[in-house]
């Protein structure tokens, strides 16, 4: 009898293996279920703590923030201001750091069996998006203590504000995963990135309101800030949809050229890692 020999080789051509993605689909579920235990694991609070980091630091910043930035928004309740972009900030925050790092984190595994790579970058992401669901309720349960209006737009603006992040967390994960393979100086490079995208994320403050009109566009350009006008839209918020725009095709962009150069380079990660 014949003995059968399977060899698995790198795509020739660029390819976002959609086919592949779902023959392995199992994978998303079982890595994501794996980080999210072992992200709680011998903690007291467990999953709590997607609660008290986002509630915490919105205690803190409308202490520290309230008087100065509070008229910029007469519609919305500032604690409410601040929270939904907090919410959202921590998940861009939580994708990108753990995509970023996921790579070589799995090294061990990388090197001993095959499957799509872009699995573990999309556990690292929905392990996010289960924090983010987690501080979502507390925001909704804060809206109706407060008593902030939400209008019914908010059950298309709130999941495509999501969605919007989760885009721009993808692109910029993918392309780190895939540089710090090579370069582990992206390791180093990441928290001040992270650190100076939250400052140029409208958390606290609004763009909207910025007099000097390139320093505006030129803070559209982090995607985040459209998610963020796209989300307090649904709190009855006027928005700039030219900020929204911005922020999606930066998205977009992200996206497209993370995931080429992922493709590109991801036949060597079993040898870099």
Known sequence: MKATRTVIEPPKNFTLQFSELWQYRELFYFFTWRDIKVKYKQT???????????????????????????PISAVINYKIFVLSGLILWTLFYNGTSHAAESIVQQSGIIKKIYFPRLIIIGSSLLTALFDFMIAFIIFLLLCLVLRETISWKAIFLFPSAAILVFLSSFGIGTLLSSLTV????????????????FFASQVVYSISDMKETWAKY????????????????????????????????????????????????????ADLA
């Open 182 to 197: 090579k370069y582990r100086d992206f390791r180093y490079a990441l928290p001040f990135l992270l650190q100076f995208l």
């Open 218 to 269: 030129l803070l559209s350009l982090n995607p985040v800030n459209g998610a963020i006008e796209l989300f307090r839209m649904g709190l009855n918020e006027e928005g700039d949809y030219r900020i929204i725009l911005i922020g999606l095709v930066s998205a977009l962009v992200l996206s497209i050229f993370g995931i080429f150069y992922f493709r590109k380079t991801e036949a060597f990660f």
């Open 44 to 70: 007291y609070l467990g999953i709590l703590w997607a609660i008290i980091q986002p509630v915490a630091l919105m205690l803190l910043f409308t202490l520290v923030f309230s008087k100065q930035f509070s």
